[in-house]
């Protein structure tokens, strides 16, 4: 199975393969953003409905996605349509799934 979704061939299945290999179940109650959405929830350790930059960074490594500052703060701008410095659940989700489109 990572063979197949591992598209370049690094042994990892990072987070825009993860959505790629979601969006192919044949489930309907598994989609991608459900398990963003769980993704979201692991993180969100005070299920407090944010999560923050350093937070956001975890999350990233976690995902085989390291990221640098500057990618961070790209990333925390393009997310937080608020600018409060936290993203939502639906900030995380429509982030992470623009920047698999991206790539």
């Known amino acids: 199975m990572v063979s197949k979704v591992d598209i370049n061939n690094d042994g990892i299945i ?9 969006s192919l179940q044949q489930n309907p109650l598994i989609t ?9 929830r692991i993180f969100d350790k005070g299920h407090s409905g944010f999560i923050t ?17 500057e990618g961070l703060d790209d990333l925390m701008k393009r997310g937080d349509r608020r600018g409060e410095g936290r ?8 982030m ?8």
Do not use: G, Y
């Open 14 to 22: 990072d987070i825009c393969e993860f959505i790629r290999m979601m």
């Open 32 to 40: 991608p953003e459900s398990q963003l959405e769980d993704i979201f």
């Open 53 to 69: 930059r350093d937070v956001l960074r975890q999350v990233m490594l976690s995902l085989a996605h390291p990221v640098s500052e």
């Open 87 to 94: 993203l939502t659940r639906s900030d995380f989700i429509r």
């Open 96 to 103: 992470m799934m623009n920047r698999c489109k991206e790539n």
